[in-house]
């Protein structure tokens, strides 16, 4: 999907993909970041036809597109691509879905103006998981114990689309095609419209140069985090400026130039002061009594290793795997930036939703107590991204310590999932 903005330098049109992040105007050179504490939003242009007309309102879709992890048979193929849209709007005349529209058609950043009317978005429960939002409860309701999930999303995108519609004689009509959909139900309620407080976007548009020493910041159009190649420090996008970011590597012998490093979230979760494997499991690793898996540290604390790129969810699922069940893979760490390595493009708040499914995978070997499972949504966990080493060979890397490989075609293909 294709998003046109317009430089805030010096207005000319510049057009980014829907998972783009880094603006580079051609004409004023400018590079800046996009970043919004919310979703981002969009809105697909009325025809030319009806372009202009008072009577227009903007319905709110949700847009999601990632990766979907089963919890319930986790590493039996079933994980996969999910690009799909939905309603986001409680009224049962427009159309439930966008189709192929985001797809193909070339969107505009949604800023609306007290002119423009919005249907308030109305996220049905189903749906709230696509789009990474928290079902509300109500205070008058007893606290209730929450259901199993049996599906996880790592969201590459999350976004709310609007689409034109306006009514004419009676019958509502689609804003793009300018074709009728036909007449409001009997009995429907009134459109709910959008608050105006509610209609601003907060975008904020954040230079891209380091503020350390001035030297422009290394990324790519998808990347979340930014490094510079001048003081070798590391930059997060936050609300209306840059935050610096710790990062780690693995060393490697020295006077070797064929490693490529590829970035790993490092996430340590704390356990209940239990026994987390019984027996028969604990002898099958070979443990003794009282002895803890490679994933379970000291002191009561968990290491989950997910990977900070996008690609497959086959062989991203069996990276996070392999790295967690590794032992060692956090000693020896530096805070150094490798010469050569890949982008970081995967967030680390999309990252921790598959330390669920990694630990769905261990659970299926285990036998586990209910009480020292890990609290993964408590918050109290810790994170901080490492940049593993691999042998750069012909045609995949090779992680010496592990015998993992990776195709290199798999990971150049991971950028269009």
């Not at 030297?215 to 935050?243: H, I, K, N, T, Y």
Request: with cysteine; glycine share 6%; net charge neutral.
């Amino acid at each position: 999907m294709e998003v046109e903005h317009a430089c805030p330098q010096c207005g000319a049109p510049v057009v980014l993909a829907e998972s783009d992040r880094l603006l580079s105007c051609p004409f004023c050179r400018v590079r800046l970041y996009l970043w919004s504490a919310e979703v981002f939003r969009y809105r697909i242009p009325p025809a030319p036809a009806v372009n202009g007309r008072s009577d227009l309102v903007y319905v709110p879709y949700g847009r999601f597109r990632g990766m979907v992890f089963d919890l319930e048979e986790p590493d039996q193929g079933k994980e996969r691509v999910l690009d799909t849209s939905f309603l986001a709007a409680p009224a049962a005349l427009y159309p439930i879905t966008l189709g192929l529209r985001p797809q193909t058609l070339k969107l505009r950043p949604a800023f609306f103006s007290s002119a423009d009317r919005c249907l308030a978005t109305r996220i049905a429960p189903e749906h709230r998981p696509l789009l990474g939002v928290q079902t509300p409860s109500r205070p008058d309701t007893p606290p209730s114990r929450p259901q199993r999930r049996t599906t996880v999303t790592v969201g590459e995108v999350r976004s709310l689309i609007y689409a034109p519609f306006f009514e004419k004689r009676g019958r509502w009509h689609d804003g793009v095609l300018n074709t009728p959909l036909g007449e409001a139900p009997a009995g429907s309620p009134p459109p709910e419209y959008l608050p105006e407080a509610e209609k601003p976007w907060d975008l904020h548009f954040i230079p891209t140069l380091c503020p350390d020493c001035g030297w422009d910041l290394a990324g790519v159009s998808e990347s979340c985090l930014l490094f510079c190649p001048q003081c070798r420090s590391g930059w997060e996008p936050g609300e209306s400026e840059l935050q610096r970011f710790s990062f780690f590597s693995q060393p490697v012998p020295p006077g070797r130039d064929d490693y490529f490093f590829l970035p790993f979230w490092h996430f340590e979760l704390p356990y209940a002061p239990a026994d987390y494997f019984r027996l028969p499991f604990s002898r099958l690793l070979g443990l003794q009594a009282g002895q803890s898996p490679p994933w379970q540290r000291e002191h009561g604390r968990g290491d989950y290793w997910v990977p900070a790129f996008k690609i497959s969810p086959r062989v991203f699922l069996r990276l996070a795997r392999t790295a967690t069940q590794a032992p060692g893979a956090e000693t020896d760490l530096a805070p150094l930036l490798p010469e050569r390595h890949h982008p970081v493009t995967l967030p680390a708040a999309e990252a921790q939703r598959c330390i669920e499914v990694i630990q769905a995978c261990l659970d299926r070997e285990a036998i586990v107590l209910e009480s020292s499972r890990p609290r993964i949504e408590d918050g109290d966990w810790e994170k901080r991204l490492v940049f593993i080493p691999f042998l750069d060979t012909a045609y995949e890397l090779i992680q010496p310590r592990s015998r993992l490989g990776i195709s290199k075609n798999c990971l150049n293909l991971g950028k269009y999932i």
